[in-house]
C-alpha cells in the first residue's frame, strides 16, 4: 500500500513562523491542525513526500505538468523578510521520472524545471509537515485546464504511486477563496463565501464529484488557487479506498484556510 496518508493544506505565507504572530489568534485552528498533519506523518515515517502545489505567477497558465525536480529543494522566504529558513529536501528524481514517463505514454504533457528554490506554495506547507523528517519530496504543479481532466490525470498518477515500494504521503497545497472580507487580498465577493461553503461541505461528505462543477473562471474570480492541486489528489484516491476528516476551516483574514486529511483503508 504505497500511498499511505494524504491531506489538504494551505500554504498562506501568514502561516510563516516569522510572521503568523501577528494574526495567531485568528490562524490557531489551522496551525494546530497543521501539528496534527505533522504528528501523524511522523508516526507514519513515509519514503516520499508528493506535493501538489499551485504555479506562482509566471507559470499560472502553463498548460502542462511542470515537475520541479533539482537534486535537492532549498526553502527560501527571503521575499516576505524572513532571511533564516533555508531547509533543505531532498528531492525523488527517480519517483520524478516514472511519473513522468507514465503521463508522456498517455499523451499528457510535461515539462521539468530544475530551480532549487520552492516558492512558498510548496515551501509554507512542508515547513509544516515535513521538516525534521528523512522523507524525499516531489513537488509538481497542475496545469490551468479542465478540472475533470486533472481529475482524470490524477488516476493516472495513482498507478505509478501505487506501484511503487515506497510509502508515499500526497499532499494538495490549497489556499482557497481570497475575497472573503472587505479587507482580504481581493474585493468582496459572495461567490467565494458560497464556494468555500461548499467546499467544507464537499470534503467533508466525500462529493468528489461536485469539484469537477467548479469553472476555470469561478476559480479566476474568487482567487481560490488550489482548487485544481485538491482535484489532482481526489484524483489519485479516487481508485483508493479512503476517509475524509475536515480538521479545521478558517477565513477570518480574508482567505480560505482548510486542512483535511485522508486516511487510507
Not at 537534486?71 to 533543505?88: C, L, Q
Amino acid at each position: 500500500m504505497p500511498i499511505i496518508y494524504s491531506a489538504i493544506v494551505p500554504h498562506s505565507p501568514i502561516f510563516l513562523p516569522s510572521l503568523r504572530q501577528t494574526a495567531q489568534e485568528k490562524v490557531a485552528s489551522t496551525i494546530h491542525a497543521f501539528t496534527e498533519i505533522h504528528a501523524r506523518i511522523t508516526e507514519l515515517n513515509p519514503d516520499t513526500i508528493f506535493v501538489v502545489a499551485p504555479h506562482d505567477e509566471s507559470k499560472k497558465r502553463e498548460e502542462q505538468y511542470t515537475f520541479h525536480v533539482p537534486e535537492h529543494y532549498v526553502v527560501d522566504f527571503s521575499e516576505f523578510g524572513d532571511i533564516v529558513t533555508k531547509t533543505e529536501y531532498d528531492s525523488d528524481i527517480v519517483l520524478a521520472n516514472q511519473i513522468k514517463d507514465k503521463l508522456t505514454q498517455e499523451g499528457i504533457g510535461v515539462t521539468y524545471v530544475s530551480d532549487e528554490k520552492l516558492d512558498y506554495s510548496a515551501g509554507v506547507p512542508l515547513e509544516h509537515i515535513a521538516k525534521g523528517l528523512h522523507a524525499k519530496v516531489l513537488v509538481i504543479h497542475p496545469p490551468s485546464k479542465d478540472l475533470a481532466l486533472i481529475f482524470s490525470d490524477g488516476s493516472q498518477i495513482q498507478k505509478i504511486l501505487q506501484e511503487s515500494q515506497k510509502r508515499i504521503v500526497c499532499i494538495a497545497s490549497a489556499d482557497l477563496s481570497h475575497c472573503l472580507i472587505e479587507d482580504a487580498p481581493l474585493a468582496f465577493n459572495q461567490s467565494g463565501v458560497a464556494l468555500d461553503a461548499n467546499i467544507v461541505q464537499w470534503i467533508s461528505t466525500k462529493r468528489t464529484k461536485n469539484f469537477l462543477t467548479i469553472s476555470l473562471q469561478l476559480i479566476e474570480e474568487v482567487g481560490a488557487c488550489g482548487i485544481p492541486s485538491i482535484v489532482l489528489l481526489l484524483g489519485i484516491l479516487k481508485h483508493i479506498k479512503h476517509t475524509p476528516t475536515l480538521l479545521s476551516y478558517e477565513d477570518a483574514v480574508g482567505v480560505g484556510h482548510a486542512v483535511a486529511e485522508y486516511t487510507i483503508s
